[in-house]
T-cell receptor, first 114, second 114 residues
Framework: SQQGEEDPQALSIQEGENATMNCSYK?????LQWYRQNSGRGLVHLIL?????REKHSGRLRVTLDTSKKSSSLLITASRAADTASYFC??????????????FGQGTILTVHP | NAGVTQTPKFQVLKTGQSMTLQCAQD?????MYWYRQDPGMGLRLIYY???????DKGEVPNGYNVSRLNKREFSLRLESAAPSQTSVYFC?????????????FGPGTRLTVL
């Protein structure tokens, strides 16, 4: 079963606008990660936020984590056509023996129109 | 550095046939993973290898077997393929045997079982 639920399932915006994707999960986590997948390709890691962190930035990306609500959001600012892709959140479960087993959400398809 | 490589890129099997998907990484990573991705869904973990010499089941292991041949290579075998195994298969690796860390993904193998 999927740990994460992502919202929205699809998002269509114009270049220059901001894109926000949300992820909810069910169990305790060590960290939460966001990945991007371009059509027909493998996943590329974007950002990792630990369970004791609330916000993290990387370039045009901003991730927040609310462990009390078991939710995270990914904000992409000033989007570009090249940001068009599917975005997945993935949780790394709590406990020392998780071995990095990730549980993925079903993803958000982002389309950025030039 | 090639990163994570997978062979073959595409494969068509008939029901009951067997095949092995190959994965190799040249980043000296300890942990390796096999996922499957079905249309409109995130990735689901099939098997993983926390470190050389160990393997363990993930969320959807039925119908598959794995071999961690050495630190570089982690293969996935379908002994008797079924149409339900039609999917895109991704291999991934991670530097740490435990704790935090991003995963690096291969380009995927698109498998169709008729």
């Amino acid at each position: 079963s999927q740990q994460g639920e992502e919202d929205p399932q699809a998002l269509s915006i114009q270049e220059g606008e901001n894109a926000t994707m949300n992820c909810s999960y069910k169990t305790s986590i060590n960290n939460l990660q966001w990945y991007r997948q371009n059509s027909g390709r493998g996943l590329v890691h974007l950002i990792l936020i630990r369970s004791n962190e609330r916000e993290k930035h990387s370039g045009r990306l901003r991730v927040t984590l609310d462990t009390s609500k078991k939710s995270s959001s990914l904000l992409i600012t000033a989007s570009r056509a090249a940001d068009t892709a599917s975005y997945f959140c993935a949780t790394d479960g709590a406990g020392g023996t998780s071995y990095g087993k990730l549980t993925f959400g079903q993803g958000t398809i982002l389309t950025v129109h030039p | 550095n090639a990163g994570v490589t997978q062979t073959p890129k595409f494969q068509v099997l008939k029901t009951g046939q067997s095949m092995t998907l190959q994965c190799a990484q040249d980043m000296n990573h300890n942990s390796m993973y096999w996922y499957r991705q079905d249309p409109g869904m995130g990735l689901r973990l099939i098997y993983y290898s926390a470190s050389e010499g160990t393997t363990d089941k993930g969320e959807v292991p039925n119908g598959y077997n794995v071999s961690r041949l050495n630190k570089r290579e982690f293969s996935l075998r379908l002994e008797s393929a079924a149409p339900s195994q039609t999917s895109v298969y991704f291999c991934a690796s991670r530097a740490l045997a435990g704790g935090l860390g991003e995963q690096f993904f291969g380009p995927g193998t698109r498998l169709t079982v008729l």
